[in-house]
T-cell receptor, first 117, second 112 residues
């Protein structure tokens, strides 16, 4: 148990569906992240939120829409996905230090296994 | 741009033996963190060990230790007294100002 929870753990959706992934952290951190992990590929950073502000968007297609209503919750809204979007989606959180000018260790949730039919 | 390279896609080790996983990286920053994460079959990403670049002393966590060579930009992980539960994918990661850059991973199998 890392203090980061993700729901649902498994999701199967059609290409025309709309669904959302949820992440919640109980660590008091101020930064949250979405990663995509596909088979045979390194982890891909998708989005970064610092103090609820999106600071990174690594050229992610618009069919993925993040939302960070507060520093403890992070959502990933999905719509009109493609089969190649099937992957494990990992959420992480960390503490960003303005004095150090960097983020410390990231703690990961268990992931959501997404299958797009 | 930052890069992290793990040149060993797969490794195996006998139970109770010692194994070393390699990692090299490249960054233009002077102040950064290095991490080893493990991802067992459950897919939960778990922190194994953390090293701050400005610290010369190598980090140690129980059976896990690192050999950090800053000039060579090398960060290897040594696992002593390997246990069956150590079977997992191991990722080396470089932490800079705002994000982590991960290597491609090394699948370690501990054999009984």
């Amino acid at each position: 148990e890392t203090g980061v929870t993700q729901t649902p753990r498994h999701l199967v959706m059609g290409m025309t569906n709309k669904k959302s992934l949820k992440c919640e952290q109980h660590l008091g951190h101020n930064a949250m992240y979405w990663y995509k992990q596909s088979a045979k590929k390194p982890l891909e950073l998708m989005f970064v939120y610092n103090f609820k502000e999106q600071t990174e968007n690594n050229s992610v297609p618009s069919r993925f829409s993040p939302e960070c209503p507060n520093s403890s919750h992070l959502f990933l809204h999905l719509h009109t996905l493609q089969p190649e979007d099937s992957a494990l989606y990992l959420c992480a959180s960390s503490q960003w230090s303005s004095s150090k000018g960097r983020t410390d260790t990231q703690y990961f949730g268990p992931g959501t296994r997404l299958t797009v039919l | 741009a930052q890069t992290v390279t793990q040149s060993q896609p797969e490794m195996s080790v006998q139970e109770a033996e010692t194994v070393t996983l390699s990692c090299t990286y490249d960054t233009s920053e002077n102040n950064y963190y290095l991490f080893w994460y493990k991802q067992p079959p459950s897919r939960q990403m778990i922190l194994v060990i953390r090293q701050e670049a400005y610290k010369q002393q190598n980090a140690t966590e129980n059976r896990f230790s690192v050999n950090f060579q800053k000039a060579a930009k090398s960060f290897s992980l040594k696992i002593s007294d390997s246990q069956l539960g150590d079977t997992a994918m191991y990722f080396c990661a470089l932490g800079s100002a705002r994000q982590l850059t991960f290597g491609s991973g090394t699948q370690l199998t501990v054999l009984p």
